[in-house]
């Protein structure tokens, strides 16, 4: 019976402070949703603009392509989500993620995930909002 009471307990603090007024309201909660990734999509780099839409590109005409492009960038210095790791392994991921793409890419799943992966690489350079022709983002 705890753990309902302290869901309870937990969703009347966040109306609350949702609304301190006191007035009922059905948009007065606020949920934050954080996705979950494996080592495989965490290995994904955060490069420069115009490098992620170019991998991007690359993944849409020969599918791992791009991916094989952007595992080097994590050789040059662009950052992943999985810091604890040395660069060589998170080098060896993309490298493995661009495999997967290319032998699966003749039954069309490895294309559509090449897809995918390229759509990750560009919303993740929006994101972290990398300058576009800079290279001097990776020593600040």
């Known amino acids: ?61 020969v599918p791992g392509l791009g991916t094989f492009v952007s595992a080097f960038t994590v050789l040059c210095g662009a950052r992943t989500e999985l810091p604890e790791r040395h660069v060589c392994c998170v080098f060896w991921l993309n490298i493995a993620a661009a495999l997967i793409q290319i032998l699966t890419a003749i039954v069309m799943v490895g294309w559509i995930m090449s897809i995918f992966w390229g759509m990750d690489m560009v919303i993740l350079a929006s994101e972290w909002g990398m300058p576009y022709l800079d290279p001097a983002w990776m020593w600040e």
């Open 1 to 61: 019976m705890e753990p309902l009471q302290k869901n309870a307990e937990t969703a009347a603090v966040a109306l609350a402070v949702a609304d301190p007024q006191g007035a009922s309201s059905s948009s007065g909660v606020v949920v934050q949703v954080r996705e979950k990734k494996g080592p495989l999509r965490a290995a994904i780099p955060c490069m420069p603009f115009l490098v992620a839409v170019t991998c991007l590109f690359l993944n849409t005409f």
